[in-house]
């Protein structure tokens, strides 16, 4: 029988979540007072908003954690007793912040899950003892085509992004070299929902990222069939193949020329993008991010870990 898991989470990212749901799932959490994600949230019939009082009376299958303090703080204060018995998840969204190879997580209980959304996050921290699996990013691969006619690039950021992390002094640098327009996820209205109606008109996406995960933007400008020219840091350069699917290095100048060569070559953008929409189908899709965790959501609930 196809069990369709009850989860309770927290909407730490709330794009993540969103995917998730497009699964076989029944996704709770706490009621939001963000009006912004309630109207996305309305699209899914499978995420159901709970009040404060009434979590703890939810009969669920499972606790997916997606930060530190609900997984320190929060769980203790609105779980009862039998849901923190739970089999848990603790998906981690970053890589170590403190010190990027000596850095020890914080779930040490072997009875929890720890997942990653790449290989590069999943090395680079000290997992200690804990079991870890990698389920990367999928998008939906019905999705808006490139046509590119706009000769600018796009950088998309997040509005809370740490600015030094996400690279925002690149972007402004290589913008007074190139034409470049800043999307901004949650201003005017923008949204990961609506982003490749936004974005497929641009001849590329720059990720100017100095030290984080490659965001969703990244695997739906892949999807599109659109060129990403993107700093060769954490897990992009084994999502793209440099001068094959993107343009991937450490070196500045060489990036600025290689976005200089698709604005003035549109028929250099489709080819590199093909082939990233290639990957992204072959790696990257909802359908295989969608098994990934149903295939772990087996694991945990219907085999939990017991180390006593």
């Given at each position: 029988m196809n069990q369709r898991y009850k989860i309770f989470t927290w909407p730490v990212n709330q794009q993540y979540l969103l995917e998730l749901a497009k699964g076989d799932f029944e996704i709770y959490i706490e009621e939001t007072k963000d009006e912004n994600f309630r109207r996305q949230?309305?699209?899914?019939?499978?995420?159901?908003?709970?009040?404060?009082?009434?979590?703890?009376?939810?009969?669920?299958?499972?606790?997916?954690?997606?930060?530190e303090k609900g997984y320190t703080?929060?769980?203790?204060?609105?779980?009862?007793?039998?849901?923190?018995?739970?089999?848990?998840?603790?998906?981690?969204?970053?890589?170590?912040k403190q010190h990027p190879t000596n850095a020890k997580h914080f779930v040490e209980n072997e009875e929890v899950h720890l997942v990653h959304v790449n290989h590069y996050n999943a090395i680079m921290w000290d997992n200690?003892?804990?079991?870890?699996?990698?389920?990367?990013?999928?998008?939906?691969?019905d999705t808006t085509v490139f046509t590119g006619e706009k000769a600018k690039g796009a950088v998309v950021l997040e509005n809370d992004a740490d600015n030094r992390a996400a690279?925002?002094?690149?972007?402004?640098?290589?913008?007074?070299?190139?034409?470049?327009?800043?999307?901004?996820?949650?201003?005017?209205?923008?949204?990961?929902?609506?982003?490749p109606e936004k974005l497929h008109s641009y001849r590329f996406l720059f990720c100017p990222d100095r030290y984080a995960s490659p965001g969703f933007a990244v695997y739906q400008a892949m999807?599109?069939?659109?060129?990403?020219?993107?700093?060769?840091?954490?897990?992009?350069?084994a999502i793209l193949s440099n001068e094959?699917?993107?343009?991937?290095?450490?070196?500045?100048?060489?990036?600025?020329?290689?976005?200089?060569?698709?604005?003035?070559?549109?028929?250099?953008?489709?080819?590199?993008?093909?082939?990233?929409?290639?990957?992204?189908l072959k790696f990257f899709s909802s359908t295989r991010f969608l098994s990934d965790w149903k295939?772990?959501?087996?694991?945990?609930?219907k085999a939990p870990i017991r180390t006593n």
């Open positions: 949230l309305s699209n899914h019939t499978n995420i159901f908003e709970t009040k404060l009082a009434e979590i703890k009376n939810l009969q669920l299958d499972c606790i997916l954690f997606q930060d703080t929060t769980q203790f204060e609105i779980l009862s007793d039998e849901q923190q018995e739970l089999p848990k998840v603790y998906l981690e969204h970053h890589p170590p200690n003892k804990v079991p870890v699996t990698v389920i990367e990013n999928g998008v939906a691969t690279g925002t002094d690149i972007f402004l640098l290589v913008k007074e070299a190139l034409p470049l327009d800043l999307l901004e996820i949650g201003k005017d209205g923008l949204t990961y929902q609506n982003l999807m599109l069939g659109m060129p990403v020219v993107g700093l060769a840091t954490t897990a992009l350069p094959v699917s993107g343009f991937v290095n450490a070196d500045l100048n060489y990036l600025i020329s290689k976005m200089q060569d698709l604005l003035n070559d549109p028929q250099l953008a489709v080819q590199i993008g093909a082939a990233a929409r290639q990957t992204a295939q772990l959501l087996n694991l945990a609930v």
